[in-house]
């Protein structure tokens, strides 16, 4: 008869003791914080170890998007260990940092969040093309810092960026 049980039967007229407590949890049993004990799965909830050396802990997992930029960027924020530097790219991509890009990377094309549902902020103003896996050009922009993805498919897509007359080729993710 509890309205907030699990097995809430609005025409119960007595309480048998039968109410099932609501336990919402990560119900993926390959993720880090799996939990037996839930019964209604928050799938956003799970995390999962990116594997690396400074070992696991919040909120440095693979599923974090700033995370996973970060170690994308810089292998020394995975490989090595995660320094101030790390930490400042991280904040610089969930937008807490107010300074300029870390000096580690700030000769590298930074392409932040990836995945993503709309936008693609980009650290340089380049030319972008993103290109489907049968090469066709699906957007293409000049000289721009933010991209907009929200038209396309969801999907893995290779980012083609021109900066400098070089050009940098990105996998990017649209959810």
């Known amino acids: 008869m509890d309205s907030l049980a699990l097995n809430y039967d609005s025409l119960a007229n007595t309480d048998n003791g039968s109410c099932i407590t609501i336990v919402m949890g990560c119900m993926d049993q390959s993720a880090y914080n799996f939990n037996a004990n839930a019964n209604i799965d928050n799938p956003l909830s799970c995390r999962y170890s990116a594997g690396c050396v400074t ?11 700033c995370y996973a930029w970060v170690i994308d960027i810089d ?4 490989e090595t260990e995660w320094d101030t530097v790390c ?3 991280y904040n610089y991509c969930d937008g807490t940092w107010s300074g300029p890009l870390p000096s580690r990377i700030q000769n590298s094309i930074a392409v932040y969040p990836n995945p993503t549902n709309q936008l693609i902020n980009i ?22 810092s933010v991209l907009d993805v929200s038209k396309i498919s969801p999907g893995a897509y290779i980012l083609r ?6 050009y940098i080729y990105k996998q990017i993710i649209k959810k």
Not at 75 to 78: D, H
Not at 127 to 142: F, P, Q
Not at 161 to 166: E, I, Y
């Open 55 to 65: 070992g696991d802990s919040i909120p440095y997992w693979l599923n974090d998007p």
């Open 75 to 78: 292998n020394y924020c995975c």
């Open 87 to 89: 930490q400042a790219t």
């Open 123 to 144: 650290n340089e103003k380049v030319d972008a093309e993103v290109i489907n896996s049968v090469g066709e050009i699906l957007i293409s922009e000049k000289q721009i």
């Open 161 to 166: 960026l021109k900066h400098n007359n070089k």
